[in-house]
C-alpha cells in the first residue's frame, strides 16, 4: 500500500515534467553580511555572508545544533545577531516575512477560518478578512473546513490551516522551520507537493529548515549546509520541476550532501 502510493505520488508528479521556467519575482531578497550569533560562550553562527535572490525556494540542512533554525529566526527578524547585518528586500521590513513552525500552533477556541485570519492585520475589516481567509484555505484545499474546529482535523489538515495562516497575508518570505517533520510518511509527501505547488503560483521567497536531505532536495532550488556556525556547502539544485523521486541527478546531489554531512567529520545529523 505504501509503494502504491509513492507510486501515485510520483506518476502525479512528473505529468508535466519540463525545464524550469523564469518566474516573477514577488519574493523578497535577502542580504546577511557578518552575521554572527552567540548565547553566552557558545558561538553558534560565525561571520555567516548570504545572499538569496528574490523569488528562489533555499533548503538549510546541518547537524542537530549546527544554528539551522538559529539562522532561520535571525534572517526573518524573530532574533537580533550578536552582530553583522540582515537586509531583507529594497526598502522592506520584516513585516513581509511569515515563519511556520513544526507544531500548527492553532487556537483551539478558534474555527479553523479564524485560525487562519489571525494572520491578517486586526485593522482590516471583518468581512475582507473572512473573504482572505477563505481564499488562503482554498489554496491549501480546505475550503470546505473552514466552519470546523481544530480539534477534528488529522495532523495534516492542522499543517494545511498553519500554512494558510501563513500564506494568507501574501509574505514576501516565507521560513519553514521543520514543518513537515511530526507527518506520517504518505502525508509528508502530500505536504511536499503542496508546498511546492503553491510557492510556484505565489512566488514568495522561500527558506526550509529539514533534517531530511530528500524534502530538501524536492523542494528547494539551493541547498546550505551548515557547520560550525558557517556554510560549509552551499549546493544549487539544477534539475527539472516537478522532480521524481528515486531521479538519478537527485540522487547523485543526495549522495554529496550526505558524504559532507558525515564523512567530513564523523557525526550524524
Same mark, same amino acid.
Given at each position: 500500500?505504501?509503494?502504491?502510493?509513492?507510486?501515485?505520488?510520483?506518476?502525479?508528479?512528473?505529468?508535466?515534467?519540463?525545464?524550469?521556467?523564469?518566474?516573477?519575482?514577488?519574493?523578497?531578497?535577502?542580504?546577511?553580511?557578518?552575521?554572527?550569533?552567540?548565547?553566552?560562550?557558545?558561538?553558534?553562527?560565525?561571520?555567516?555572508?548570504?545572499?538569496?535572490?528574490?523569488?528562489?525556494?533555499?533548503?538549510?540542512?546541518?547537524?542537530?545544533?549546527?544554528?539551522?533554525?538559529?539562522?532561520?529566526?535571525?534572517?526573518?527578524?524573530?532574533?537580533?545577531?550578536?552582530?553583522?547585518?540582515?537586509r531583507?528586500?529594497?526598502?522592506?521590513?520584516?513585516?513581509t516575512?511569515?515563519?511556520?513552525?513544526?507544531?500548527?500552533?492553532?487556537?483551539?477556541?478558534?474555527?479553523?477560518?479564524?485560525?487562519?485570519?489571525?494572520?491578517?492585520?486586526p485593522?482590516?475589516?471583518?468581512?475582507?478578512?473572512?473573504?482572505?481567509?477563505?481564499?488562503a484555505?482554498?489554496?491549501?484545499?480546505?475550503?470546505?473546513?473552514?466552519?470546523?474546529?481544530?480539534?477534528v482535523?488529522?495532523?495534516?489538515?492542522?499543517?494545511?490551516?498553519?500554512?494558510? !495562516?501563513? &500564506? #494568507?497575508?501574501?509574505?514576501?518570505?516565507? @521560513? =519553514? $522551520?521543520? *514543518?513537515?517533520?511530526?507527518?506520517?510518511?504518505?502525508? %509528508?509527501?502530500?505536504?511536499?507537493?503542496?508546498?511546492?505547488?503553491?510557492?510556484?503560483?505565489?512566488?514568495?521567497?522561500a527558506?526550509?529548515?529539514?533534517?531530511?536531505?530528500?524534502?530538501?532536495?524536492?523542494?528547494?532550488? !539551493?541547498? &546550505? #549546509?551548515?557547520?560550525?556556525?558557517?556554510? @560549509? =556547502? $552551499?549546493? *544549487?539544485?539544477?534539475?527539472?520541476?516537478?522532480?521524481? %523521486?528515486?531521479?538519478?541527478?537527485?540522487?547523485?546531489?543526495?549522495?554529496r550532501?550526505?558524504?559532507?554531512?558525515?564523512?567530513?567529520?564523523?557525526?550524524?545529523?
Amino acid at each position: 500500500m505504501f509503494a502504491a502510493a509513492l507510486r501515485r505520488a510520483d506518476d502525479t508528479l512528473d505529468l508535466r515534467r519540463e525545464p524550469a521556467r523564469p518566474q516573477p519575482a514577488f519574493g523578497a531578497a535577502i542580504t546577511a553580511r557578518g552575521l554572527a550569533k552567540s548565547f553566552g560562550p557558545k558561538t553558534v553562527l560565525a561571520g555567516l555572508d548570504l545572499h538569496v535572490p528574490a523569488g528562489q525556494s533555499v533548503a538549510i540542512v546541518g547537524k542537530s545544533g549546527c544554528g539551522k533554525s538559529t539562522l532561520l529566526r535571525l534572517l526573518v527578524g524573530l532574533d537580533e545577531p550578536t552582530s553583522g547585518s540582515v537586509r531583507l528586500g529594497e526598502g522592506t521590513g520584516h513585516g513581509t516575512a511569515r515563519l511556520m513552525f513544526q507544531e500548527p500552533r492553532l487556537l483551539p477556541w478558534r474555527r479553523v477560518s479564524a485560525n487562519v485570519e489571525v494572520g491578517l492585520s486586526p485593522a482590516i475589516p471583518s468581512a475582507e478578512r473572512r473573504r482572505l481567509a477563505l481564499r488562503a484555505l482554498g489554496e491549501v484545499g480546505l475550503a470546505d473546513r473552514a466552519g470546523e474546529w481544530p480539534a477534528v482535523l488529522s495532523g495534516g489538515q492542522k499543517q494545511r490551516v498553519a500554512l494558510g !495562516r501563513a &500564506l #494568507v497575508s501574501q509574505p514576501r518570505l516565507l @521560513a =519553514l $522551520d521543520e *514543518p513537515l517533520g511530526a507527518l506520517d510518511a504518505l502525508t %509528508r509527501i502530500e505536504m511536499q507537493g503542496l508546498v511546492e505547488r503553491v510557492w510556484q503560483a505565489q512566488h514568495f521567497t522561500a527558506l526550509l529548515v529539514t533534517h531530511d536531505v530528500g524534502e530538501a532536495l524536492a523542494l528547494a532550488d !539551493r541547498i &546550505l #549546509v551548515l557547520d560550525a556556525g558557517r556554510i @560549509a =556547502l $552551499d549546493l *544549487p539544485v539544477d534539475v527539472p520541476r516537478p522532480r521524481r %523521486r528515486g531521479d538519478a541527478a537527485l540522487a547523485a546531489l543526495e549522495g554529496r550532501i550526505i558524504d559532507r554531512l558525515f564523512n567530513d567529520h564523523g557525526a550524524g545529523i
